[in-house]
């Protein structure tokens, strides 16, 4: 599903680019040009789903500044993520105008192993520990030390 993802926004990118900057694009041109360049399969996905057509159409309507924009910031965000993946790090970081911090990765790796969809970083009051919920899932208790290191009651370590 992500590759299908990826595929759509590079090649919404490049359709729309070298149109008139206050053209409006239709599905029917955006799935005309995917037949036309041998992108049958993503074209069928387009035309077979009709939450992907017509999330497409909305863009599209939007005019080609508008898509460029937020094609933009969609970029910028598989950089700066992409720039903590192993092999293909040197190449996001060039692109990437901003990274997460090794703290962001490693809570981002525990939603991921727990498969939590939020986390929510909470204090008690006159408490130096920290708690970190996730959820859903477990939550982990975290300290911060001398050297801003922050352990979890599981003995998983996070720098802070």
Known sequence: MIAEFAQIIGLLSAFSSGRQSDEILSIVEFTEWLAKHNHEEI?????????????????????????????????????????????VEELAASFAKETLSNQAIEIL????????????????????????????????????????????????KVRH
């Not at 924009?69 to 970029?75: A, E, F, R, V």
């Not at 598989?78 to 092999?87: F, K, L, T, V």
Request: proline share 2%; hydrophobic share 35%.
């Open 43 to 87: 074209r069928k996905i387009v035309e077979q789903n009709q939450s992907t057509s017509i999330s497409i159409k909305a863009l599209l309507n939007s005019g080609v500044n508008s898509i460029n924009q937020k094609l933009d910031g969609i970029s910028e965000q598989i950089a700066i993520i992409a720039s903590h993946s192993e092999g």
């Open 109 to 156: 790796t525990l939603m991921d192993e727990s498969q939590a969809e939020f986390f929510l970083l909470s204090r008690s009051l006159e408490v130096k520990d920290q708690t970190l919920v996730l959820a859903p899932g477990p939550n982990y208790t975290c300290t911060v030390n001398n050297n801003r290191k922050v352990s979890h009651s599981n003995s998983r």
